[in-house]
């Protein structure tokens, strides 16, 4: 078969067509161009066989994503590297299901055979101390917390000292905050140089769009990996692939529902044959 070098008029249709597909499943602009450019730039002049660019583009875009996507996070790994207690923050936007994703983390650390206490470090937002408390009661965690208004700070040394001396693990809910929020923000800074998170994630919904672009970017240099919620409702999950382009930060899991059996680990794998078919 005649083989013919991959040019422009061939290419653009199909990138064309690549980068609609993409947004339409939520990828942020930012990243479907980004993307886009990465394929011009590999492709342009590759010979292929006629007739066959669209299953190398596509071939091409499987390869950009695997490099773009990072689902090397390892609960075993972080753990052993981690100070005793080990100490997890939950960072992220109001709503984004932090408050939710403690009680999911700390079932599934229950449910391995490790103890959790969870941090109510949230004192902002109205209902999120006695939301936490009820996750805590439901999966059999104790939660340790103080008035609304308090320094989160404290709440968290108290949480981290609590599970230093019953060894377990102390999994931290921050308040939501913003750019704009200095004053949140610089409580944040303060509970992480206090307490010296080991795991900081950040938590982000997956129905934020191109909101996860400006989260990003307010927790830049203050988290380790990602964490994707309602999946369940936004299967497309072009946030994962948004986030993980503006971050450069792994995506350990991904909330897929309201119980706490619903979260599951991020497999980069999967998720490619997913977006691509
Ligand atoms: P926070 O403000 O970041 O603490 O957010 P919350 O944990 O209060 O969650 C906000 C809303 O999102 C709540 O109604 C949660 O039940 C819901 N939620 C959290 N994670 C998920 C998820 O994975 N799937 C679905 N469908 N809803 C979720």
Do not use: W
Not at 57 to 69: H, Q
Not at 170 to 190: C, P, W
Not at 226 to 252: H, L, Q
């Amino acid at each position: 078969v005649a083989e013919k070098e991959l040019d422009e008029e061939t290419l653009n249709p199909l990138l064309e067509e690549l980068r609609l597909k993409l947004l339409k499943n939520n990828v942020s602009l930012e990243a479907a161009e980004a993307i886009e450019e990465e394929l011009r730039e590999t492709l342009t002049g590759r010979e292929v066989k006629r007739g066959k660019a669209e299953e190398v583009v596509e071939e091409a875009l499987k390869e950009v994503l695997e490099e773009l996507l990072d689902d090397s996070f390892d609960l075993a790994r972080a753990l052993d590297e981690a100070s005793e207690p080990p100490v997890m923050f939950l960072m992220g936007f109001n709503g984004s299901g932090k408050t939710t994703t403690a009680g999911k983390l700390g079932s599934m650390f229950e449910d391995m055979g490790m103890e959790t206490v969870l941090g109510a470090g949230d004192t902002f937002r109205a209902a999120s101390i006695e939301q936490l408390e009820e996750h805590g009661e439901n999966i059999g965690s104790k939660v340790i917390s103080h008035e609304y208004e308090s320094d989160p700070a404290a709440v968290a040394y108290d949480a981290v000292e609590h599970a230093d001396n019953e060894d377990k693990i102390a999994i931290i809910d921050t308040a939501g905050r913003s750019h704009s929020d200095e004053n949140l923000m610089g409580e944040l800074e303060k509970m992480v140089r206090v307490n010296e998170p080991d795991i900081s994630f950040l938590v982000v919904d997956a129905l934020a769009g191109n909101d996860v672009l400006e989260q990003a970017e307010a927790y830049e240099g203050m988290f380790d990996a990602v964490i994707v919620t309602k999946m369940d409702v936004d299967e497309n999950g072009g946030a994962i692939i948004s986030i993980s382009e503006r971050s450069g930060k792994p995506v350990a899991y991904l909330g897929t529902g309201q119980d706490y059996s619903d979260i599951e680990e991020f497999d980069k794998e999967q998720f490619i044959d997913q977006i691509l078919s």
